[in-house]
């Protein structure tokens, strides 16, 4: 499965940005997706993941009440919708599958995106 993401860009402080993440030549509707981010000079960080059916949801503790995952299997599409974005998230967004199930952990995906960075200025 490749998993292209997009969406990402330029926001002030206090804006908002919805990623997409749509696999290219197959579905993935029966894959859990995450999306994880990494700032220059950091490591890759968990940010949240979605269970197939969208009924089960994990999100890292520094996005909650800020960012929503969420998922339209009949457009063969994962969603992070974004707001109240600091600059401390300025970082490349990745989105991931796993036929595993819903992981906090990178090694647990085994399909990668390309990354979408979204830069937040102060």
């Known amino acids: 499965v490749q998993l292209q993401a997009s969406g990402g860009g330029l926001v002030q402080t206090g804006g908002s940005l919805r990623l997409s993440c749509a696999p290219s030549g197959r579905t993935f509707s029966s894959y859990a997706v995450g999306w994880f981010r990494q700032a220059p000079g950091k490591e890759r960080e968990f940010v949240s993941t979605i269970s197939w059916s969208g009924g089960s949801t994990l999100y890292a503790d520094f996005v909650k009440g800020r960012f929503t995952i969420s998922r339209d299997n009949a457009k063969n599409t994962v969603y992070l919708q974004m707001n109240s974005l600091k600059p401390e998230d300025t970082a490349v967004y990745y989105c991931?599958?796993?036929?595993?199930?819903?992981?906090?952990?990178?090694?647990?995906?085994?399909?990668w995106g390309q990354g979408t960075l979204v830069t937040v200025s102060s």
């Open positions: 991931a599958a796993t036929r595993d199930g819903v992981s906090r952990y990178p090694s647990r995906y085994n399909y």
